[in-house]
């Protein structure tokens, strides 16, 4: 069982930058791939961003491509969203997840683990 739990939320003003972290209890197979998702009041999930367990494999959704970029520390247990250029569109929850295989992003796929997410917003 992976635990994750995210951090560094907040309230931002448009064009202002964000750095979100994510935190996995444990770093096994089951976090070959990592990524982000967010939610906006009244719209459906969407993917964010996704990388590879060693740091050198990255996707990204257009809406974000960029703009936020996705990394892991060297240990693989911490992965990292680094928001810049930031508009209103980009406020929503953030949920941080996992799953035992990258592709599983690239196929459009559910993961396996999700944190509990963390509110971003974005707004003069």
């Known amino acids: 069982q992976v635990q994750l739990r995210e951090s560094g939320g907040g309230l931002v003003q448009p064009g202002g930058s964000l750095r979100l972290s994510c935190e996995a209890s444990v770093r096994t197979f089951a976090t070959d791939g990592m990524g982000w998702f967010r939610q906006a009041p009244g719209k459906e999930r969407e993917f964010v961003a996704a990388i590879r367990w060693n740091g050198v494999s990255t996707y990204y959704s257009n809406s974000v491509k960029g703009r936020f970029t996705i990394s892991r520390d060297n240990a693989g247990n911490t992965m990292y969203l680094q928001m810049n250029s930031l508009k209103p569109e980009d406020t929503a929850v953030y949920y941080c997840?996992?799953?035992?295989?990258?592709?599983?992003?690239?196929?459009?796929?559910?993961?396996?683990?999700w944190g509990q997410g963390t509110q971003v917003t974005v707004s003069s």
């Open positions: 997840t996992a799953d035992s295989q990258y592709s599983t992003y690239i196929d459009n796929n559910e993961p396996d683990y």
